[in-house]
């Protein structure tokens, strides 16, 4: 939405350094950072609804003197279309990855996103693996979003199963933090969204993944925690799984 807004200032005859202005105040609200031109860390850009974050950027632009509402910053997100229809997947194979992990453990899977619906669509289609979601919901279709516990209570009363049997992964501290708050068994953060480790874990990881490939040899392997005193955090080891991080007991 940069470029509506950078319009929305020439079209004002606004002068460079008031849309600079405008823009830092805009990027700011919504977690971007401009000079590494990319996402700050679990900032709303990355874990929060769409509808949240037209309402900070609709607000960051009134503050910095803008005139708009948000009518208009929500048509600004509507001709992005669909944001995610050629995101490449998360890991290589991932239809094969998922295909195998229901095969071998029996699990349910299912996709909870802040993303809307059509965007969702528009991604596990690309992935080829919405014939392998059995459940998903979206940010869009929420009464309250991550952290709150509200979206996965609400996929577990969609599949007759507690939250206690549910792990939760994700990358960003919205995920987690839903992890948490519904109190699920096991919450796995992974590193290949915008949160970062420390984030992760302060906010309810029980392990940190360099990503999800990583998962069945958390589950299909014998560990030992070592706990490192000097740290609140530990090292997990096994013969096929890479160091990464859990909160120590």
């Known amino acids: ?10 079209a004002y005859g606004l002068s460079s350094s008031d849309t600079e202005r405008i823009l830092s105040k805009f990027h700011l609200s919504v977690g971007w ?11 709303p850009l990355s874990a929060g609804t769409w509808e949240g974050i037209i309402e900070l950027s609709t607000e960051a ?8 509402d948000s009518q208009e910053v929500r048509e600004w997100h509507d001709r992005i279309g669909d944001l995610h229809s050629e995101d490449p997947p998360l890991i ?15 699990i349910l899977i299912a996709i909870c996103t802040s993303d809307e619906r059509r965007a969702t669509n528009s991604c596990m289609r690309n992935w080829n693996i919405d014939g392998l979601v059995d459940y998903s919901i979206c940010g869009d279709e929420v009464v309250e979003a991550k952290p709150s516990a509200h979206p996965l209570m609400e ?42 480790e420390r984030q992760l874990l302060d906010t309810g990881a029980h392990v940190v993944l360099p990503n ?24 997990l080891e096994s013969e096929s799984l890479s160091p990464v991080k859990v909160r120590a007991a």
């Open 1 to 10: 939405m940069t470029v509506c807004v950078e319009r929305k200032c020439t």
């Open 92 to 106: 290589p194979h991932l239809p094969q990855f998922l295909r195998q992990f229901k095969i071998d453990h029996g």
């Open 155 to 196: 996929l577990c009363g969609r599949a007759g199963v507690s939250p206690h049997e549910c792990m939760v992964v994700g990358d960003t501290s919205a995920d987690t933090g839903m992890g948490r708050n519904s109190k699920a068994g096991l919450v796995v953060g992974v590193l290949t969204g915008s949160g970062t």
């Open 33 to 43: 950072d401009s000079l590494i031109d990319d996402v700050v860390p679990s900032a």
């Open 212 to 235: 999800i490939s990583y998962i069945k040899d958390l589950l299909g392997s014998p560990h030992e925690i070592n706990p490192n005193p000097e740290s609140d955090m530990a090292t």
């Open 61 to 68: 632009l009134i503050e910095a003197g803008l005139n708009v």
